[in-house]
């Protein structure tokens, strides 16, 4: 149980690495609309950093569900359909499609609808339960989708984890679009 809680823990730390890492791209967007070396170096490796970001999310969620053995709510398998296939095809992108615009669009459209569910998921579980009394919330197995196993630093749960995945992938497919020329 320990070495769960720790893991848990690890996870919720690269979360808020990446909740850091998101401000300050947004901040990068406001500020350096130029392009420059950092946003090529970036633009240059978006497939192969969303693959990763979808490939620790997707593991970190595997293991939320097979080894610490908590049971995955309605929204959090909606979430999963929404990030799961983004593993493979960033991969598949990084390996094979460079050009490929496509790449672009279909993991910002993966991560718009998957990020507005992590974040109604998120909203349901950290407001009072008299304020979701008219919401319904969801119930699979007996669990519902207004509890939450695992709230580090006062305000991380597991729907905020998918939350800033898609973001951060979204992030990156935005960078690549802004920048194509560098991206070659």
Do not use: N
């Given at each position: 149980?320990?070495?769960?809680?720790?893991?848990?823990?690890?996870?919720s730390?690269?979360?808020?690495i990446?909740?850091?890492?998101?401000?300050?791209?947004v901040?990068?967007?406001?500020?350096?609309r130029?392009?420059?070396?950092?946003w090529d170096?970036i633009?240059?490796h978006?497939?192969?950093?969303?693959?990763?970001?979808?490939?620790?999310?997707?593991?970190?969620?595997l293991?939320?569900?097979?080894i610490?053995?908590?049971?995955?709510c309605k929204?959090?398998?909606f979430?999963r359909?929404f990030?799961y296939p983004?593993s493979?095809?960033?991969?598949l992108?990084?390996?094979r499609?460079?050009?490929s615009?496509?790449?672009?669009?279909?993991?910002?459209?993966m991560?718009?609808f998957?990020?507005v569910i992590a974040?109604?998921?998120y909203f349901?579980?950290?407001?009072?339960?008299q304020?979701i009394a008219?919401l319904?919330?969801c119930?699979v197995g007996?669990v519902?989708?207004?509890?939450y196993?695992?709230?580090?630093f006062?305000?991380?749960?597991i729907?905020?984890?998918?939350l800033?995945?898609f973001?951060?992938?979204?992030?990156?497919?935005v960078i690549r679009k802004?920048?194509?020329?560098?991206?070659?």
């Amino acid at each position: 149980m320990y070495q769960i809680y720790e893991i848990t823990r690890v996870l919720s730390i690269m979360t808020m690495i990446g909740q850091v890492i998101a401000m300050v791209t947004v901040i990068g967007f406001l500020f350096f609309r130029r392009s420059s070396f950092f946003w090529d170096r970036i633009s240059k490796h978006a497939f192969f950093l969303a693959f990763v970001v979808a490939a620790v999310s997707t593991l970190g969620s595997l293991f939320f569900s097979e080894i610490a053995e908590y049971t995955p709510c309605k929204l959090c398998w909606f979430q999963r359909v929404f990030m799961y296939p983004l593993s493979l095809f960033y991969l598949l992108a990084f390996l094979r499609y460079k050009q490929s615009k496509l790449a672009e669009w279909y993991g910002m459209v993966m991560c718009s609808f998957g990020g507005v569910i992590a974040t109604y998921h998120y909203f349901i579980q950290m407001t009072t339960p008299q304020d979701i009394a008219a919401l319904t919330p969801c119930t699979v197995g007996g669990v519902s989708c207004t509890q939450y196993e695992i709230l580090h630093f006062g305000y991380i749960t597991i729907p905020l984890m998918a939350l800033t995945g898609f973001v951060l992938i979204f992030l990156l497919m935005v960078i690549r679009k802004r920048f194509p020329s560098s991206a070659s």
